[in-house]
């Protein structure tokens, strides 16, 4: 079974910067786009940026310049870099994987979701 493992949310003032990782493991073939979403306190959950198989990144409008994807391949992870937190920032942390695991098709898995919270 496959498996997304999510670490690095926390709390975090304004404008400090926090890392978090989600490493896949379990039996897998190959893992294709990856991406973090994230849901605030009564709000939808919304793409905060997502990567493909090739490196290929993509953000939401506004989180760009301040928010970076990327991804190791080798290790089965991705990381997302987020720097000068803002409180608008507070929300649960979701990481999502398109993974094919052996003798299984192709699909979309969840991480258990990691809570950052930007608060002085």
């Known amino acids: 079974q496959v498996q997304l493992v999510e670490s690095g949310g926390g709390l975090v003032q304004p404008g400090g910067s926090l890392r978090l990782s989600c490493a896949a493991s379990g039996s897998i073939a190959r893992i294709y786009d990856m991406g973090w979403y994230r849901q605030g306190p009564g709000k939808q959950r919304e793409l905060v940026a997502s990567?493909?198989?090739?490196?290929?990144?993509n953000y939401a409008d506004s989180l760009k310049g301040r928010f970076t994807i990327s991804r190791d391949n080798g290790k089965r992870s991705v990381y997302l870099q987020m720097n000068s937190l803002k409180p608008e920032d507070t929300a649960v942390y979701y990481c999502n994987g398109r993974v094919q695991s052996w003798g299984l098709p192709t699909r979309g898995y969840w991480g258990q979701g990691t809570q950052v919270t930007v608060s002085s």
């Open positions: 990567i493909t198989n090739d490196g290929s990144t």
